[in-house]
């Protein structure tokens, strides 16, 4: 039936038939690849070909143009979007705690400020520069989990992540310190607490 473009989940069907298509074109390529010992210009030109194919036949199912079509291929679902960042969000949030405590064993507040905040700022930096890796790592995963092939191919290029490494930097930063005052907090709270303070 033709689809609505201007709603989410109608946009989110077509872009469903967009990459199930794109798939398929995919596979017959490698296929049409091994079975004939094509050169990368042929393997291109029969993918496309076949994705052009297919697209045609989506455009005239849902009343879109080809090029409508593959433009769909872009379209991300904003909770795929949200579960790849929370999910990992959560993993980091996790390990940087467990750094954390590293690292406020090394330097406790008594041995002063100025020390404490050059160890954080030095440690955050590290630990979001490894999680904005990782993290990369991870979104790869899922996508091929999402997609249903490894062979991604030029599709790893559309992963958002790779795209906003700097805001995901200092996402991580952001988390680490965060996280870092609250486990001093509660430090300082449990020492003003503790009967020997209070007793002194």
Same mark, same amino acid.
């Given at each position: 039936m033709p689809l609505d473009l201007s709603k989410p989940m109608q946009l989110g069907h077509?872009?469903?038939?967009?990459?199930?298509?794109?798939?398929?074109?995919?596979?017959?390529?490698d296929s049409h690849t091994k079975r004939h010992s094509a050169t990368d210009e042929d393997y291109g030109q029969a993918r496309e070909r076949c994705m052009?194919?297919?697209f045609?036949?989506?455009?005239?199912?849902?009343g879109v143009t080809r090029e409508r079509t593959r433009e769909?291929?872009?379209?991300?679902?904003?909770?795929?979007?949200?579960?790849?960042?929370l999910s990992f969000a959560l993993l980091?949030?996790?390990?940087?705690a467990g750094i954390v405590r590293l690292v406020a064993r090394r330097y406790p507040l008594e041995e002063g400020w100025?020390?404490? #905040?050059? =160890?954080? &700022?030095?440690?955050?930096?590290? /630990?979001?520069?490894?999680?904005?890796l990782l993290g990369e790592v991870w979104a790869?995963?899922?996508?091929?989990?999402?997609?249903g092939n490894d062979h991604l191919s030029y599709r790893a290029d559309r992963i958002p992540w790779a795209h906003h490494r700097l805001i995901l930097f200092i996402g991580g930063v952001v988390i680490f310190w #965060?996280? =870092?005052? &609250?486990?001093?907090?509660?430090? /300082?709270r449990a020492r003003l607490s503790s009967p020997l303070t209070s007793a002194s």
């Amino acid at each position: 039936m033709p689809l609505d473009l201007s709603k989410p989940m109608q946009l989110g069907h077509l872009s469903d038939d967009a990459l199930f298509a794109e798939e398929l074109a995919i596979r017959y390529a490698d296929s049409h690849t091994k079975r004939h010992s094509a050169t990368d210009e042929d393997y291109g030109q029969a993918r496309e070909r076949c994705m052009a194919e297919l697209f045609d036949v989506i455009g005239r199912n849902h009343g879109v143009t080809r090029e409508r079509t593959r433009e769909a291929l872009l379209y991300r679902r904003p909770s795929q979007v949200l579960a790849v960042i929370l999910s990992f969000a959560l993993l980091y949030a996790l390990a940087a705690a467990g750094i954390v405590r590293l690292v406020a064993r090394r330097y406790p507040l008594e041995e002063g400020w100025s020390e404490v #905040l050059v =160890a954080v &700022l030095f440690t955050s930096t590290v /630990v979001s520069i490894t999680g904005v890796l990782l993290g990369e790592v991870w979104a790869f995963l899922l996508e091929t989990y999402r997609l249903g092939n490894d062979h991604l191919s030029y599709r790893a290029d559309r992963i958002p992540w790779a795209h906003h490494r700097l805001i995901l930097f200092i996402g991580g930063v952001v988390i680490f310190w #965060l996280i =870092a005052g &609250l486990h001093y907090r509660l430090g /300082v709270r449990a020492r003003l607490s503790s009967p020997l303070t209070s007793a002194s």
